[in-house]
Nanobody, 123 residues
Framework: QVQLVESGGGLVQAGGSLRLSCAAS????????MGWYRQAPGKQRELVTT???????NYADSVKGRFTISRDNAKNTVYLQMNSLKPEDTAVYYC?????????????????WGQGTQVTVSS
């Protein structure tokens, strides 16, 4: 199995910054795309940003210019630098990854989720 563990959430004032990390571990053969999603109370989970193994990124319009995703392939870790935070960024942030495992080999890609980390932005 594969585990994704997020860290770095917390409480911050509007205009502040936070950096989230997500480390993958377990029976990893290869990690393809990784990303961050968020879910605010009473709302559906939404895409924030993704990054391919080669470093191609994609951002939701609401975070463009404020958030930056990056990854360290050697450490199986993805990061989310969040700047100029707004109260509407308040949500539980989830890490996501497409993984080929050492158990099932190159032919199957599984999608994994982290447990989530709370980000609260006060006005």
């Amino acid at each position: 199995q594969v585990q994704l563990v997020e860290s770095g959430g917390g409480l911050v004032q509007a205009g502040g910054s936070l950096r989230l990390s997500c480390a993958a571990s377990g029976n990893i053969l290869r990690i393809n795309a990784m990303g961050w999603y968020r879910q605010a109370p009473g709302k559906q989970r939404e895409l924030v940003t993704t990054i391919t193994k080669g470093g191609t990124t994609n951002y939701a319009d609401s975070v463009k210019g404020r958030f930056t995703i990056s990854r360290d392939n050697a450490k199986n870790t993805v990061y989310l630098q969040m700047n100029s935070l707004k109260p509407e960024d308040t949500a539980v942030y989830y890490c996501n990854a497409d993984v080929q495992t050492t158990i099932t080999g190159w032919g199957t890609v599984y999608n994994y989720w982290g447990q989530g980390t709370q980000v609260t932005v006060s006005s």
